[in-house]
Nanobody, 124 residues
Framework: QLVESGGGWVQPGGSLRLSCTSI????????VAWFRQAPGKEREGVSC???????SYADSVKGRFTISRDNSKNTIYLQMNSLKPEDTAVYYC????????????????????WGRGTQVTASS
């Protein structure tokens, strides 16, 4: 139900923009988050955005990543600038379908719909 795109390979310091959309679920009313999982590491929350466009970020990406949503396109974006090798991971989009609540990165179990992920590699 969720489809991520925009991943790829960039040199450190480069930028990528990830997109998350759905053809059968309106994302406009829900909280949407980006998580990532690097090889050998646990999955971690990167950023999330509420239906009212309030955003939260992990400390490791603050000032470099920006999450946004375009309701007319039913799409959530993650703009990633100044990428570092440690940002290399599979990035997943996830949706929390509870209404009238803020998003949270600390509770993965709140997100009940997940995409299949897109690979991001920052390497020279």
């Amino acid at each position: 139900q969720l489809v991520e795109s925009g991943g790829g390979w960039v040199q450190p310091g480069g930028s990528l923009r990830l997109s998350c959309t759905s053809i059968d679920l309106s994302l406009n009313f829900y909280q949407v988050a980006w998580f990532r999982q690097a090889p050998g590491k646990e999955r971690e929350g990167v950023s999330c955005i509420s239906s009212s466009k309030d955003a939260s970020y992990a400390d490791s990406v603050k000032g470099r990543f920006t999450i946004s949503r375009d309701n007319s396109k039913n799409t959530i974006y993650l703009q990633m600038n100044s990428l570092k090798p440690e940002d290399t991971a599979v990035y997943y989009c996830a949706v929390d379908r509870k209404l009238f609540t803020q998003c949270a990165l600390s509770d993965e179990s709140a997100y009940d719909i997940w995409g299949r992920g897109t690979q991001v590699t920052a390497s020279s």
